[in-house]
């Protein structure tokens, strides 16, 4: 009888027991507010700021509400408003271009390699359009790094990195988020670390990270946070930078505190299980695996591959009989968004050209999600699986 997957591929681990307990503490005092601290008292958002950034090595670190909220924030604290291009990747999930889209600005899309990287020269091509890159290391693949900075730097563009996929990864040993101007990250459910919603931002920037605790909503009370620039920094801004109220709060900061000691921990089981799955479906006859370069540590919560040049109907049948056997497959390639699989076509507030060699590979696309409750086992059960239903072709 074929084998059967009877895992759930949106089930995450529980919130370790450490962090509940740091919850319940701030539960049990009352002060969820991050400016709510009794005397002596840092809070939890402060202390998770300070955490951070010694964990990617920034100076300055700020706590929000979501990732989608870090990259507006970014965006704004950089100048950009309403009527300004922004250069982001074609390939990305939806709240990327929505956070330029929340500014009244507009994204100018930049294609994808098969390599599932931003296209470098598309975007050398493009560099002249606008003054930010809104970079999105999607599912976790990171390009070269040090190209991608040159051409930005020599073309006087600013880069954010969005960093949601890659908490964690490094680029030739330097923390994603780490080599822009600013660097976001989420905390949402199903990314690296768990707060339900959240966001994190770094940056060295004193100005930029004055501008970000303003516009998140300090009230004026900046002066109790532990990972931001000095007094002096806000001495003008404070009159200038409205208040775009985008806070985390001490309870979700409680909750996240303690994953960070887990990244680490969490990456290495990724890896392993990322290794299974790429074992599993090595040469098979028309399915494309994505290299990964040696400079590139990254996270493998995720994995993709590609049916390029496939039929679409083809490639619907294999992730229809993947779904038959318990195999949750996502695919870029329908016209229409679903889940949380979107093109940038369907994206119709930021009107853009087709480009046919983004498409092509977007046409091609499989994703799957790996949760770490999944084992070691499982995903090379959902290899086997998967190679059995493309080789039946
Ligand atoms: C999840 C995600 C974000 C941020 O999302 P929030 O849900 O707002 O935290 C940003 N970029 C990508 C690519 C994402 O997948």
Redesign the pocket.
């Known amino acids: 009888m074929a084998e059967r997957f009877t895992g759930s591929f949106t089930q995450q681990e529980p919130i370790p027991e450490e962090a509940i307990a740091a919850a319940v503490e701030v539960m049990r005092h009352g002060r969820l507010h991050r400016y709510n601290v009794a005397g002596g008292e840092a809070g939890e958002a402060a202390l998770l700021e300070r955490d951070f950034a010694a964990l990617t090595g920034a100076r300055y670190c700020l706590a929000v509400a979501?990732?989608?909220?870090?990259?507006g924030c970014a965006l704004r604290a950089l100048g950009v408003g309403p009527g300004d291009a922004v250069l982001t990747n074609a390939f990305?999930?939806a709240?990327?271009p929505g956070a330029i889209a929340s500014l009244g600005a507009r994204p100018v899309f930049v294609g994808v390699t098969e390599d599932l990287t931003i296209d470098l020269a598309d975007l050398e091509a493009k560099l002249g359009e606008a003054r930010v890159l809104l970079l999105?290391h999607?599912r976790g693949h990171v390009c070269d790094m040090d190209r991608l900075m040159a051409l930005c730097d020599a073309a006087g563009v600013a880069v954010i990195e969005?960093c949601?996929?890659t908490m964690g990864a490094r680029w030739r040993g330097v923390p994603s988020g780490r080599h822009g101007a600013i660097g976001?990250y989420?905390?949402?459910t199903?990314?690296h670390v768990n707060a339900g919603?959240?966001?994190l931002i770094v940056t060295d920037d004193a100005d930029l990270a004055a501008r970000m605790v303003l516009l998140s909503g300090s009230y004026m009370l900046y002066e109790r946070h532990l990972a931001g620039p000095p007094a002096e920094a806000y001495a003008d801004l404070r009159y200038e930078v409205p208040n775009v109220s985008g806070r985390m709060d001490n309870l979700r900061a409680a909750i996240l505190r303690p994953q960070l000691a887990l990244l680490e921990d969490r990456r290495q089981r990724w890896s392993e299980r990322y290794a299974a799955l790429e074992e599993g479906l090595r040469d098979v006859p028309g399915l494309t695996l994505v290299p990964r370069p040696a400079e590139e540590e990254f996270v493998g919560s995720s994995f993709q591959f590609l049916l390029l040049g496939w039929r679409a109907d083809r490639i619907a049948d294999v992730v229809g009989r993947c779904a038959a056997r318990g195999v949750e497959l996502k695919w870029f390639g329908p016209e229409e968004p679903s889940g949380?699989t979107s093109r940038y076509g369907a994206w119709r507030y930021a009107p853009s050209e087709p480009m046919p060699r983004t498409d092509r590979v977007l046409a091609g696309l499989l994703d799957l999600r790996v949760p770490l409750t999944f084992s070691v086992e499982d995903c090379a059960l959902i290899a086997r699986i998967v190679r059995q239903e493309v080789a039946s072709f």
């Open positions: 979501s990732g989608g909220y870090a990259m990305t999930l709240p990327v999105s999607m969005d949601a996929h976001c989420s905390c949402q199903y990314k919603e959240g966001g949380f």
